[in-house]
């Protein structure tokens, strides 16, 4: 839903008018959101080219928005020079947080485990694709806070998440007595065939 929606942005990769990479995407809201100067004038003099008589250049980016929303080929071509190029960081933190993350769960739990580990896993895996992904993310405006460590709030809320899951785990494995349970590669145990007499 972020992608589709346009939130969360991830870093731009390409001014507006610059060359973009062939991943990166645009998400022309920027026009409503977060415009330029030089945007906001832009913005009036394409919506003026399409016959709109906006008062100010936020009805005017509505307009154009809801034309590239409804698929109008002519405003997509004319508003893509003018919003920057960004990183697809919801795609990237959807695939990672996803599939990556299940792919390792799902390993994991292959055997049986101690109740814990599986969880403790979960924190350390999340957390370190958080702190990865979040480098192709633009930190939330309102708690921008400066970067400590070169790494956003979110970043040190998962690196503690990372903490928390490895205390996790070697709690579970030093203190639990609990037999393992689960696993999906459960070897099945040898039937012993009874030797007639």
Do not use: C
Request: net charge neutral; glycine share 10%.
């Amino acid at each position: 839903a972020n992608f589709i929606n346009g939130e969360l942005l991830g870093v731009v990769v390409a001014k507006p008018g610059e060359a973009a990479p062939w991943w990166s995407v645009r998400f022309p809201q920027e026009l409503m959101e977060r415009p330029t100067p030089e945007q906001q004038a832009q913005v009036l003099e394409i919506a003026r080219e399409f016959g709109q008589g906006a008062e100010n250049s936020y009805d005017a980016a509505a307009w154009l928005v809801g034309a590239v929303q409804r698929g109008n080929p002519e405003v997509q071509a004319a508003v893509e020079p003018i919003v920057s190029a960004r990183a697809p960081s919801q795609l990237l933190q959807a695939f990672m947080e996803g599939v990556v993350l299940l792919a390792v769960l799902w390993w994991i739990w292959r055997r049986p485990r101690r109740p814990g580990v599986v969880g403790a896993w979960f924190l350390m895996v999340y957390g370190a694709s958080r702190v990865l992904t979040e480098v192709w993310r633009l930190p939330d405006e309102h708690l921008s806070v400066g970067r400590p460590l070169g790494l956003s709030r979110g970043q040190w809320l998962s690196v503690a998440m990372v903490g928390a899951g490895a205390a996790l785990l070697w709690w579970v494995l030093r203190r639990s007595q609990r037999e393992p349970v689960g696993g999906w590669l459960v070897q099945a145990e040898p039937e012993t065939a009874s030797i007639p007499s």
